[in-house]
Every structure is written in C-alpha cells, then in structure tokens.
C-alpha cells in the first residue's frame, strides 16, 4: 500500500511537471520569436528590460494580470470563459504521452521521464491533438462576433483537413516500425543505417537508422501539416489579421488570450517533439548508441544509480537540444513565408498532400513485402 | 493504459485555468461603458446577429473528412500486423487486399474532385 502511495504521488508530480515545462516554455519561445523576428527584419526588438531584454516576459506576465476584466455584450458567457482553459487539455495530454529521455533505474524502481507510458501511443496522441478544434470553435461560437466565428470555421475546417495528411504520412512510419509504442520506437532507431532489398544490403555504418533516411517523403508532408494543424504561418487562415482582423480570439485579451498563447505554442512543441521522434531518434545521441552510452556512463560513475541517473539526464539534454532546432524552424518558417489563400490552402490539403501520402503509403508497404519476401 | 494519470492531469489544467482566470479578473481596473462592450465591427455600428448564415462548404468538408478518416484509421492496425503477416506467409494477400483497400480510396478521392465537393471560390 505504501508503495503505491508513493508510486501514485511520483506520477502525479511528474504529470504536473510537464505541464509546467509547456507553461514556462511559451514565454522564452515568445521571447525568442520576437528576438528572431526582428533580426531576420532588420530591427532590434525588445531589449531594453534586462539583459538581452529577457525580463520582458516577466513584465508583460504582470501587465497581463492588471488587464480589465471584459466580456462583450453578445458573448455566450460560459463558452466564452470555458474556451481558453480548454485550449490547454490537448498539448497537455499529447506532451505527457511523449518519451522525454531514457529511464532511469534507480535500485528497483524505474523512473520513466514521460507523463505516461502507452502502450498505443501514437493513436493517443493523434487522438488527443485532435481535440484542439473544439477550443477554437468553442471561442468562435461563445465570443458573439461574426469575425470571430468565420475565423474559428476555417480554423476548423483547415485542421480536420490536414489531419488526413497528417494521419496518413505516419502509416508509412508504422509500417517500417511495427508498433505503435513511442519508446519502441526510438529503440528500433539505434542500429546503423543499412537499406536491404531482395536480399542486396546496402550498410551505411556512418549514419544512424533514423526514420528520415527511410521516410523522408513521409517527413516532409508531416512537417508540413503540422504546420497547418498549429495554425502557424504559412496556414494561420484563422487568424489572419488582413481579412479577419485577429480571427477566433478577436474578442479575448488578458490572461484569456495569454491561455491561447499557450495552447497554440503547445502544439508547436508537440509538433516538434513527435518530429524528433519520429524521424530523428527521439532521445538517442547521434553517433552514439544508447548501449555505448550505458557503457560509458557506468565506467565514469561510481554506482549503476548514478550512471542510470546521467545517462538519463544527457539523453534528456539531447532531446531537447533536437526539439529547440524544430522549434526554431516554426519560427523562422513564420517569418520567412507569406500566407496561403485559403482556396490554395484547401486544394494543397486535399488534392496534393493526400495523394503523396497515399503514394508514400503504397511505396512503403511494397518496400517493406519486397525486403521481407 | 494510465486512465488515471490521463485524468488527473486533463482535471489539473483545467483547474489551473479557472484559477488563473479568475484571480487575473480580480485585478484591474472596471469601467461600465455600453459601447465598450459591443462587439467588435469594423467602426461602424453592430449590425449581424449571432446566427449568422455560413458557407454549406464547411459542412461538406467535415462530412468528407469523417468518410476519408475512417479509412485511415483502418489501415493502422493493417501497418502494425502487416509484419507479422509476411513472416507467416500470409504477406502477399494481406498486401493485395490492402491494395484494393486504397483503390477504392484513390476512386472516392478522385469522385470528390471530379464532383467539385473541393472547389473553394
């Protein structure tokens, strides 16, 4: 009984620490977005509360508190207010799903850095993410304002649409892994690239196995329609500040839009995070396989506790040193492209990514019966 | 399967929300004015009710994605197994039925363009 207590209590801090590693994300990476922005538009940006500007989160968290209190007239009040705490939920439950480093053996008890270990996790995550427009079209309905509802229809409609693409591209993935489990799935990414085919193999011992160098079709469209599933530019058409003024949250501000913020930036960082796993190696150094590792770090330690311990916490180091650099992509995409029309947008959903994926998904399979024949 | 953890933490941020919510709405300063409170119209007076008519394209395009994404989720559990299968034997049937599986996608994908259920003016 004790034993669960105190296994219960582990799972419940460690739950809440992802939830607070996404929270405390969103102002470094809008800190970094406004920095990275104005470099790559030849400007400054803010710079002038603490050094580097840095404190400027702190002080826009403040101002974000002292913000009235408004609901507008026409607002569905419980819709209106239900919608922001809702944005949160599903980056939330996606990101605890997600294998952050490799566990930690400490005596008999193994200490898993992720929220959760499922078994399926793929069909969770795809599951949960996919709950995201209900928040926006929630703020759509309950703000009472005809921009924010167009905003929050095409916001939904531009989801449900790439996540066909999105859904498909990872089949290609499943089909070479055979599994749905995350963490199986970095496993699988450890031996050295070798492609073999009708009995020839081709060994590239200087590359590790990475999911990339096997699905780098399925790499791109998955890339690209997370992109459009976090409503980042090239697809912000919900918000899309020249026609919609602001789009779904035009009536929102304070810490209600501050929770958005959140939200949006969650997804980012879920987007990201399952790129790194999929593609490349989720938490596995590159060059060195996780048994070196193990090894290594088991001669410079004096018990297996403390070796379990760093190579626990370097696989965790390199893992989020993977995600910042596709973190860093959003932003720079987001500055860099302009904006879709939203009936390119529709036609590139349907009728170039689904069809590529679908292609990419025939291919596959046939490579997979040919090398397994 | 954690249901628990999934619960609690779905629970906590919502928790951690409200409260956010409603602490920030203590804070700051609250005028009453009317017009401060109409909903935003691009300067001039509020002029659309709520129930707004919409475009019939976005029903459409949730229909069509509900039927495209039921057959996507048909052929996860075919890519996890379809290992398996070949080392059974049974490798070139499972591939040919999936095959036709997608067939019949392509002809539904291809139906849906020819019919113009995606043109968006």
Known sequence: MGHDIFEISINAIKLIVVFLLIVQAVPVLVWLERRGSAFIQNRLGPNRIGPFGLLQLAADAVKFFFKEEFVPANAVKLLYYAAPVIALIPATLAFAAIPLGQPVQWNEYLFRLQGYEINVGIVFVLAVSSLAPYSILIAGWGSGNKYALMGALRASAQVISYELALGLSIVGMILIYGTFNLTEMIQAQQAPLSYSLLGFTLPLNFLPAWGIFYQPLGAIIFFAASFAESNRLPFDLAEGEAELVAGFHIEYGGFKMLLFFIGEYGHMIVASALMVLFYFGGYAIPGISLADLNQWTADHTASANAASLLAGLLTFVCFFIKLSIFLWIFIQVRWTLPRFRYDQLMDLGWKTMLPWALFNTVLTATFVYLAHL | ?121
């Open chain 2, 1 to 121: 399967m954690p249901l628990g953890g999934v619960i609690f933490i779905a629970i906590f941020v919502a928790v951690f929300g409200i409260v956010i919510l409603f602490a920030a709405s203590r804070f700051g300063t609250r005028k009453y004015d009317p017009v401060k409170f109409e909903s935003y119209e691009c300067g001039i007076p509020v002029q659309e009710k709520k129930d707004t008519k919409i475009s019939v394209k976005f029903y459409l395009t949730a229909i069509l994605f509900i039927l495209f994404d039921i057959e996507i989720i048909f052929m996860y559990p075919w890519a996890t197994t379809f290992r398996d299968f070949i080392k059974s034997g049974n490798g070139g049937y499972v591939f040919f039925s999936m095959l036709i599986f997608i067939a019949i996608f392509i002809f539904g994908l291809f139906w849906e363009v020819k019919s113009k259920a995606l043109e968006w003016e």
